[in-house]
């Protein structure tokens, strides 16, 4: 079982910056890729970003992508993600995810075996 603590969320204004961090107890998250993914109010579960084990692989959505920065240490069983020239649009809950072995760029929910509890980002206009 691997548990997973996002944290570093908050209030920012429009064109500010947050970073999340994720850190994982139970196992190591050396072996799990991770992503990222968000849920606005009233809308689908999004996916924002993954990133292989080694961290050598990173993907990201359209709407993210040279923004934010999905990162890791597998030293101290944490990932991570930038969030830079944020949006009033990236308000939401933010979610971290580990699996065993993604498909594609690791955007399908369902690949994920071990879920955060999701920390609000919430960004003001």
């Known amino acids: 079982q691997v548990q997973l603590v996002e944290s570093g969320g908050g209030l920012v204004q429009a064109g500010g910056s947050l970073r999340l961090s994720c850190a994982a107890s139970?196992?190591?998250?050396?072996?799990?890729?991770m992503g990222w993914f968000r849920q606005a109010p009233g809308k689908e579960l999004e996916f924002v970003a993954a990133?292989?084990?080694?961290?050598?692989?990173?993907y990201y959505a359209t709407s993210v992508k040279g923004r934010f920065t999905a990162s890791r240490d597998n030293a101290k069983n944490t990932v991570y993600l930038q969030m830079n020239s944020l949006k009033p649009e990236d308000t939401a809950v933010y979610y971290c995810?580990?699996?065993?072995?993604?498909?594609?760029?690791?955007?399908?929910?369902?690949?994920?075996?071990?879920w955060g509890q999701g920390t609000q980002v919430t960004v003001s206009s």
């Open positions: 139970g196992r190591s998250l050396s072996s799990y890729a």
């Open positions: 990133i292989s084990w080694t961290g050598g692989s990173t």
């Open positions: 995810a580990a699996s065993v072995q993604i498909t594609g760029r690791g955007q399908r929910d369902d690949d994920y075996d071990y």
